[in-house]
């Protein structure tokens, strides 16, 4: 499926817009039904509305289009006719019926140059190319667009002419020339968005989509689809519309996405069907048929490509019967009927044949030739006659200049004795000056007197206004110093309570320090002595360790020791973020990230099992550091307590209940009594670093971040803590 619709530039009046919604058909059948009289005003009116019905209402087009024509030949309006007839050419236009389409745009064409109407002249002249492009006659169509640009630039009408270049611009995409089809309708375009023609702006948009389609640029193509079809819809132009659902489906169908193609094609089709636009029916049944043939529905695919077929025969359009027939021949192809696939593909070669040949394309290139030579024939032309035209000029200027040379002469004299009358009205002048002069003095002396009596008056005033400025100066320096005094005081009490502060500031910092100073003994204590441990052993009794037990100890300590590194690096970038102020910070975290954490770092622990249970997703609104820092020291705890401990197992778990997250761990130990957990509930309790220190910090670490714990055990059955959030 190969056929697009073009968008074919149709002039309709010399304006180049006429607005074709159902409230300009309103209001203007309204204004129709007040001006009863049979006169030219009312055949302009018919016009109009006939315009306003373009893509619509083909119908209702040509019922008045006939009625302007009819009263135009009562009123022998000449104008009216022409109009009237390019209004049917209009519409056969649209419905795909092109032989009457050419014989009124004739018939229109001959009234518009016996009236001389330039306008209507180009219009015609544009709208019979259309005619001719449409049925795949491109070196005609082309010699009409040609004169239409002729008559603008003569009328000085380039507006007009924009729209032929558009025209051209088709020729130049049906013949692979994208670069120049692409400017044309670029240039097309900007015209039209000046003029604020939304049909033509909506053309433009389709032209340049279809350039790019042909190039094989799916993504701009279907963008200036989409704009097309969107100012179609605005403009409730169903010509436009009908052929925008066309293009999209057309270009969807060359992607291979044949599910949007077909909803597109079937939108056109109904479109088509109701305006009885036969090439938009041919092209759209071809289109729906392509659809069933690629999903080889042959027996529905059949009955569409034939129609699509009967009307491009019956209209005489060789590019959709080309596809048609191409169709055709893949369908009997697929049903196995060689015959039939065999004298359809031959039709097809022989009207691609018919529409590219070698004459069509030499043809196109001789009238391009031609063309511009006329063109330059007739600029030449022009400038002889004008240059003939400066000479007559340049004769009858130099013989005006002569007459005017003997007039001078005669007034020479008297401009001599106008002269001298001005030289002696300026000595009077002169005189009455000088008197004027000494009464402007007299003037003057008799205001400076008045100046300095003033002037003895203001200096008596300024004595009175300074002495009155020395007592306000007193009573503002009093203020100023009370103000002073009051500013001191008020100074005093703002830094006695900033020192406050910092006291209290500086207390703070004391306790942080300790506090992390307690953190970094007890969490790097117990790796160190691990490894220590290590170290001693292989330095003082080498011989008790076997080859196996030795490698499996090296590689127990390297990982005890990364986790040592790993704990320190945590730490210290704990204490970077807290050299301020030792506060948590709050954030929302995943409790598997930290249970996957803790792991890695007990993991040398080989004869201990640690099982951590946590549901997917369950979070957490919390300081990271100061939980990982409580689980590490509950954990290392608990390890603590199961060193005599048959099959050791510590279970760490996370769940939430009534709207409260909660974290346990269980060791299955010897247990404690409550006296060994007074650390972790009482601040007065005594602490060293080998008791009591861990579960201190434990508890202030909670604290801070709004953790409650509890603890459960019984000597014999093992400990659980529960932290509450």
Request: with cysteine.
């Amino acid at each position: 499926m190969k056929t697009k619709l073009l968008f074919i530039l149709l002039l309709l009046a010399s304006r180049l817009l006429f607005s074709q919604s159902n409230k300009a058909i309103e209001d203007l059948t309204a204004e129709l039904q007040k001006h009863t009289t049979s006169d030219t005003t009312r055949v302009m009116l018919i016009l109009k509305l006939t315009v306003a019905n373009y893509g619509v209402n083909p119908t209702n087009m040509q019922l008045r289009a006939e009625e302007a024509i009819q009263l135009s030949n009562k009123l022998n309006f000449k104008k009216g006719q022409a109009e009237g007839y390019k209004m049917l050419g209009a519409k056969y236009i649209s419905v795909g019926d092109y032989q009457k389409a050419e014989a009124n745009f004739q018939t229109s064409l001959k009234l518009f140059e016996e009236s001389k109407i330039y306008s209507g002249i180009i219009i015609c002249n544009n709208n019979l190319g259309s005619v001719a492009l449409m049925q795949n006659k491109y070196p005609e169509a082309l010699v009409y667009f040609q004169n239409s640009i002729r008559v603008s630039e003569k009328a000085k009408l380039p507006k007009l002419a924009g729209l032929a270049y558009s025209n051209i611009g088709v020729i130049y995409t049906t013949q692979k020339k994208f670069d120049l089809a692409l400017k044309h309708f670029q240039d097309a375009l900007s015209i039209n968005t000046t003029a604020n023609s939304a049909d033509g702006i909506a053309g433009g948009y389709s032209n340049i989509a279809s350039v790019y389609l042909d190039m094989k640029n799916y993504d701009k193509a279907l963008e200036f689809y989409a704009k097309a079809l969107a100012k179609d819809i605005e403009m409730n132009n169903k010509v436009g519309m009908a052929r925008d659902y066309g293009n999209l489906g057309l270009a969807y169908a060359r992607q291979k996405i044949y599910e949007p193609s077909f909803e597109n094609h079937s939108k056109a089709l109904k479109l088509a069907e109701e305006l009885g636009s036969k090439k938009g029916i041919a092209i759209n049944n071809a289109g729906v048929g392509e659809y069933y043939l690629q999903k080889n529905r042959l027996d529905e695919a059949l009955p569409f490509m034939m129609k699509s077929k009967d009307i491009a025969l019956e209209i005489g359009t060789k590019d959709v019967l080309r596809d048609a027939y191409l169709g055709l021949s893949d369908i009997f192809e697929k049903k196995g009927i060689a015959d039939s696939a065999y004298l359809y593909f031959k039709k097809y070669v022989d009207v691609k044949e018919s529409i590219d040949n070698e004459n069509n394309q030499k043809q196109l290139a001789r009238l391009e030739i031609q063309y511009e030579f006329d063109t330059k024939e007739e600029k030449y032309k022009n400038q002889q006659l004008l240059d003939a035209e400066n000479l007559k000029q340049g004769q009858l200027l130099l013989a005006l200049n002569n007459a005017k040379l003997s007039v001078s002469n005669k007034e020479r004299d008297l401009v001599k004795l106008n002269y001298l009358k001005t030289q002696a009205d300026l000595k009077a002048e002169q005189i009455q000056g000088i008197s004027n002069k000494k009464q402007l003095v007299a003037a003057e002396n008799e205001v400076k007197l008045k100046k300095t009596e003033v002037e003895i008056a203001n200096l008596n005033l300024a004595a009175k206004e300074t002495q009155k400025w020395f007592y306000v100066s007193g009573l503002l320096l009093l203020s100023v110093i009370g103000g002073l005094l009051l500013y001191q005081r008020n100074t005093s009490q703002k830094a006695n309570k900033k020192l406050q502060a910092l006291n209290t500031e500086l207390d703070e910092a004391n306790k942080a320090k300790i506090r992390f100073m307690g953190i970094l003994n007890h969490d790097l204590r117990s790796p160190v002595a691990s490894l220590l441990q290590f170290l001693q052993l292989q330095q003082e009794s080498p011989e008790l360790l076997d080859e196996t037990n030795k490698k499996r100890l090296q590689n127990k300590t390297i990982t005890s020791v990364e986790n040592l590194l790993v704990s320190m690096e945590d730490l210290l970038l704990w204490s970077k973020g807290q050299m301020q102020n030792f506060k948590p910070f709050l954030k929302k975290i995943e409790i598997k990230s930290i249970f996957e954490d803790t792991q890695r770092h007990f993991e040398s622990q080989e004869h201990i099992k640690i099982n951590f249970l946590s549901p997917e997703n369950l979070t957490l609104q919390t300081d990271e550091n100061y939980l990982k820092t409580i689980i590490r020291n509950l954990t290392g705890n608990a390890i603590g307590a199961l060193s005599n401990t048959e099959d050791p197992t510590i279970i760490w778990k996370a769940w939430e209940e009534n709207g409260q997250k909660l974290i346990s761990v269980t060791d299955n130990g010897p247990g404690a009594t409550n006296d060994q957990f007074k650390a972790l509930f009482s601040d007065s309790e005594a602490i060293g670093i080998k008791s009591g220190l861990g579960l201190h910090l434990i508890r202030d670490l909670a604290k801070a971040i709004n953790c409650t714990i509890s603890v459960k055990s019984n000597p014999g059955e093992g400990t659980t803590f529960v932290l509450s959030f």
